[in-house]
């Protein structure tokens, strides 16, 4: 736009065809951690992360276990960790547990520091708002057009009604307490009380002695909620527990889609007609938990060891990694679709409570999207919680 005057990160120059090699749209977790990769992996190349807000990463504290993640994708989360617990408790309303093994926080905060840090100043264009991206283009909000070779869109979700999506809701905060709390390990689910609305649980994790990250999960079929329902809850806890709060203004919100079925091919036609994606917007997330970090860190890596960026290239890399993920999630989808549409609200989360008194292999494998035929077969037997017909439907796509 002619007369415009120039944002901080941005140069006249990169709006010239051949001045970018790759164009990433999308500062949130996949989109950054594609830019850490594929600049640690070709510092020599020109790469662009585009991000409409201020802040990369938004507002968030994203945890994830140790097993989550392939060695391969470790070196390049180190940087971004906050946070990290040996082991953490699981409580059900039938027994509780503790798993020996590793979960780890990235705050977003944290996040945006690192990519600033580890990332050319060039390299970052936060505060640009995207209007239309190609394989090759990138229209940006106030008229100017980035041109890449390659462009990866990591913007967030697609046409989500496409896959039939139900949603895993939650609002956390982080408390600052005017005192010591009483919460000695991580506590990944607590869902020890009534569950006559529906799977919900509380996830606690000690940050300091005196600071407490405390989050409200709900599973639901639909993406509304009322923050203040949510937030009454975790204030109700900290009352009974007797936490005197003294500062509570960092927190989040929000909803990540659940899958319970659909059709790939139309949602990632309905994210951009030959564009490569990462992310949400390609359907990469466990379809039970929502969680996208380790399919992120996965994408990232096969980026950074791509010869070839070019538009098209990338576009039939990153669509057939995420086609062979989606049909090998087949047993997941179901998982989701049989505690959320064919359990009565009040028993959901025994098909929760069933799997987390497996084996902790098992539990990280379900966890990493990596079940095995023997896995799904002990799911789906004796007191596991699939049903039995239900390892056949997902056995083809193994």
Not at 171 to 181: C, I, R
Not at 337 to 344: G, S
Request: hydrophobic share 45%; net charge neutral.
């Amino acid at each position: 736009m002619a007369g415009a005057l120039p944002t901080p990160g941005y140069t006249p120059a990169m709006t010239h065809s051949g001045t970018c090699d790759l164009a990433i749209v999308g500062g949130g977790l996949a989109g950054g951690l594609i830019a850490l990769a594929a600049h640690r992996a070709h510092p020599e190349r020109r790469i662009l992360l585009i991000e409409a807000r201020p802040a990369l990463g938004g507002n968030h504290l994203w945890s994830f276990l140790d097993s989550d993640i392939d060695k391969a994708d470790r070196p390049i989360l180190e940087p971004l960790i906050s946070y990290g617990w040996r082991h953490f408790a699981i409580i059900f309303p039938a027994y509780q547990r503790t798993i020996d093994a590793g979960l780890y926080s990235i705050r977003s905060d944290r996040f945006d520091q690192a990519l600033r840090e580890l990332l050319p100043p060039e390299a970052i264009l936060s505060g640009r708002r995207a209007l239309a991206v190609s394989a090759t283009t990138v229209d940006l909000e106030d008229g100017q057009r980035i041109e890449a070779k390659g462009v990866i869109d990591a913007r967030g979700a697609a046409d989500l009604t496409v896959i039939e999506p139900a949603w895993r809701k939650f609002v956390g905060y982080e408390l600052q307490l005017g005192g010591p709390h009483s919460v000695r390990r991580a506590r990944l689910i607590e869902a020890g009380e009534a569950q006559d609305q529906g799977l919900a649980f509380l996830t606690l994790l000690p940050l300091e002695t005196d600071k407490l990250f405390v989050e409200d999960i709900r599973y639901d079929r639909a993406p509304e909620f009322e923050i203040g329902d949510y937030a009454r809850r975790i204030f109700n806890l900290a009352a009974r527990f007797g936490w005197r709060i003294t500062d509570s203004a960092r927190g989040h919100a929000g909803a990540l889609p659940i899958a319970m079925g659909g059709d790939f091919e139309a949602y990632w036609r309905s994210g951009g007609e030959g564009v490569a994606k990462a992310g949400i917007r390609a359907a990469l997330f466990h379809p039970v938990t929502g969680g996208s970090l380790a399919d992120s860190a996965r994408v990232a890596r096969l980026v950074a060891g791509a010869g070839d960026w070019s538009g098209a290239a990338l576009h039939a890399l990153l669509y057939a990694h995420a086609a062979r993920s989606w049909a090998r999630r087949d047993f997941y989808r179901r998982f989701a679709r049989q505690m959320l549409c064919e359990t009565p609200a009040g028993e959901q989360y025994k098909l929760f409570e069933a799997l987390y008194a497996r084996d902790p292999a098992l539990i990280a494998r379900f966890h990493g999207a990596r079940l095995t035929m023997v896995d799904r077969l002990g799911l789906s037997i004796g007191d596991g919680p699939m049903p039995w017909p239900s390892l056949w439907r997902s056995a083809e796509t193994i």
